[in-house]
T-cell receptor, first 110, second 114 residues
Framework: EAAVTQSPRSKVAVTGGKVTLSCHQT?????MYWYRQDTGHGLRLIHY???????EKGDIPDGYKASRPSQENFSLILELASLSQTAVYFC?????????FGPGTRLTVL | GDSVTQTEGPVTVSESESLIINCTYS????????LFWYVRYPGEGLQLLLK?????QKGSSRGFEATYNKETTSFHLQKASVQESDSAVYYC???????????FGDGTQLVVKP
């Protein structure tokens, strides 16, 4: 029933390792987003996409890649995870001016 | 730039008391701002609580209200009588229909004591 799902819901990674976070939406929305949230702060935009096979940089793209292989799926890739990337990551899809969020992935980099 | 500032949490109130969470915005690149309140319950993702796209209008949902005040650039969230189930983090946000961006405040944690 959930329209935006994320996997995994939590992950522990080692510094320098590769991490892939996945997002799937059944809203049939064109736009999808990846945000990170640090404790006590708002959401900051990492990457977004408005069509399959195309991604755009947000406000804080350094250290992250994104992939949109289909309208439904949008992945966030950390090629070399670092301690500073410990955060909660949210995926969202958009229609009109409103965004709809997944439950989040808690990533801990050790 | 475009930004949102809201009440710093945590905000603690007793059940059945009234609530106000302040939100002010700056919209320098957005000609016609849309204003949002999102809520994040423990263990869940952000949910859209209410949205107002026209200055002077009021939005309401689940007993919460917010009025879009263009003169004071504010969009305060209010509720007359809170319940313990309202405990969550509330985010004020700013966006535009023709713009693919939404700018979020830092969030305000609300704790409602029984």
């Amino acid at each position: 029933e959930a329209a935006v799902t994320q996997s995994p819901r939590s992950k522990v990674a080692v510094t320098g390792g590769k991490v892939t976070l996945s997002c799937h939406q059944t809203n049939n929305h064109d736009y999808m987003y990846w945000y990170r949230q640090d404790t006590g702060h708002g959401l900051r935009l990492i990457h977004y996409s408005y069509v399959a096979d195309s991604t755009e940089k947000g406000d804080i793209p350094d250290g992250y890649k994104a992939s949109r292989p289909s309208q439904e799926n949008f992945s966030l890739i950390l090629e070399l995870a670092s301690l500073s990337q410990t955060a909660v990551y949210f995926c969202a899809s958009r229609t009109g001016g409103s965004q709809y969020f997944g439950p989040g992935t808690r990533l801990t980099v050790l | 730039g475009d930004s949102v500032t809201q009440t710093e949490g945590p905000v603690t109130v007793s059940e059945s008391e009234s609530l106000i969470i302040n939100c002010t915005y700056s919209a320098t690149s957005i000609a016609y701002p849309n204003l949002f309140w999102y809520v994040r319950y423990p263990g869940e993702g952000l949910q859209l609580l209410l949205k107002v796209i026209t200055a002077g209008q009021k939005g309401s949902s689940r007993g919460f209200e917010a009025t879009y005040n263009k003169e004071t650039t504010s969009f305060h969230l209010q509720k007359a009588s809170v319940q313990e189930s309202d405990s969550a983090v509330y985010y004020c946000a700013l966006g535009e229909n023709s713009n693919n961006r939404i700018f979020f405040g830092d969030g305000t944690q609300l704790v409602v004591k029984p």
